[in-house]
């Protein structure tokens, strides 16, 4: 008898037993062990506007990857993050609030559950208000070479009942004290970190009798605004008249307090950064004794009786032109007589 079919046998045997680690590795990757790319085990993941959404993703071996949600052209939204896996299950669940989310910071409305999200970044501006209902598209791996990708689907919902409280933050004071004369312009720089606005408020109605706030926008995105307060104006008027900026634009300036009927009294005002609740930055504006407010106007020059202004031609002590025209005519008749 040949051999021959001993030895396809043979080899049909060893090929099946050099296969079969692969496919249980294949089949530990299905069940959730890890997968041979980071992936969304979820092709849609759906919600309403104002929840916060379960993303679930897959990492691979390396245990973290970028995730992209939003589009900037076909959603204006997008945001950024690095998802890792802290305790090498291979599984991760970023969460976003969608109440918040694009209103603030990135780092506010994006967290993971299983892991971590790091160097979060919102790449579009801040809106207005929540999420609009749509489609939002789903990305993970580097920008251009995605390793998988999926949508997320937000369902129109019911209207919020009060306002959400949104974080104005990563805005800081440049300098954490100010001086400024009473009746004179004070400045308070602001620096902006991936935020381009911030809710400040200056002083507290119940400590001084004096409180103003407004929402100071980084207008021309360079990161920076300074805040101009006018101690003159301040109390007396709209707060719009007395808050302004330089590199940026003042909104909502409202006064808090009672009507001045004076400039600002010297002492200690606080600046705060941020919603009441949420204070980000403080500082404090010192104002100290300005000029005396002049009460008296300058006046015109007068002149009495008999005085001759500057530059005026006059004859004789109290007499005008016709006085000395007359005397020389009756001079004249003398003289032919």
């Given amino acids: 008898m040949s051999s021959k079919p001993h030895l396809i046998a043979t080899a049909l045997l060893v090929s099946l037993l050099a296969a079969?680690?692969?496919?249980?590795?294949?089949?530990?990757?299905?069940?959730?062990?890890?997968?041979?790319e980071p992936q969304f085990p979820e092709s849609t993941v759906e919600g309403e506007?104002?929840?916060?959404?379960?993303?679930?993703?897959?990492?691979?071996?390396?245990?973290?990857?970028?995730?992209?949600?939003?589009?900037?052209?076909?959603?204006?939204?997008?945001?950024?993050?690095?998802?890792?896996?802290t305790d090498g299950d291979g599984e991760v669940t970023v969460t976003l609030d969608t109440s918040i989310a694009g209103r603030t910071s990135a780092e506010h409305y994006l967290e993971a559950r299983g892991g971590e999200v790091r160097e979060v970044e919102q790449r579009t501006e801040l809106l207005e208000s929540r999420l609009d209902a749509g489609e939002y598209p789903l990305e993970l791996g580097p920008g251009g070479a995605p390793s998988d990708t999926a949508m997320l689907?937000?369902?129109?919902?019911?209207?919020?009942?009060?306002?959400?409280?949104?974080?104005?933050?990563?805005?800081?004071?440049?300098?954490?004290?100010?001086?400024?004369?009473?009746?004179?312009?004070?400045?308070?720089?602001?620096?902006?970190?991936?935020?381009?606005?911030?809710?400040?408020?200056?002083?507290?109605?119940?400590?001084?009798?004096?409180?103003?706030?407004?929402?100071?926008?980084?207008?021309?995105?360079?990161?920076?605004?300074?805040?101009?307060?006018?101690?003159?104006?301040?109390?007396?008027?709209?707060?719009?008249?007395?808050?302004?900026?330089?590199?940026g634009d003042v909104r909502n300036a409202t006064q808090h307090s009672r009507t001045l009927d004076s400039r600002l009294d010297s002492g200690n005002y606080e600046i705060a950064l941020g919603p009441d609740d949420d204070v980000r930055a403080v500082g404090s504006l010192y104002v100290t004794e300005g000029a005396t407010t002049p009460t008296d106007s300058p006046t015109a020059a007068t002149t009495t009786a008999g005085d001759s202004p500057e530059g005026t031609n006059t004859t004789g002590a109290g007499f005008g032109f016709p006085v000395a025209v007359l005397a020389l005519t009756g001079a004249a008749l003398l003289v032919r007589r």
């Fill in 153 to 247: 689907s937000l369902a129109e919902g019911p209207e919020p009942t009060g306002t959400p409280r949104v974080p104005l933050c990563r805005a800081t004071l440049a300098e954490s004290t100010a001086d400024v004369a009473s009746g004179g312009t004070a400045e308070l720089p602001i620096r902006f970190d991936g935020t381009d606005r911030v809710r400040v408020r200056i002083g507290a109605a119940d400590a001084v009798g004096f409180e103003a706030t407004a929402t100071v926008v980084d207008t021309d995105g360079d990161g920076r605004a300074t805040v101009l307060f006018d101690t003159e104006m301040a109390g007396r008027a709209d707060a719009s008249s007395y808050l302004s900026a330089e590199g």
């Fill in 49 to 85: 506007q104002g929840d916060t959404v379960s993303i679930p993703v897959a990492l691979d071996a390396n245990g973290s990857t970028t995730i992209r949600i939003g589009e900037e052209a076909a959603a204006n939204f997008e945001t950024r993050a690095t998802v890792v896996d």
């Fill in 20 to 36: 079969a680690p692969a496919v249980s590795a294949v089949t530990g990757a299905a069940g959730g062990v890890e997968t041979a």
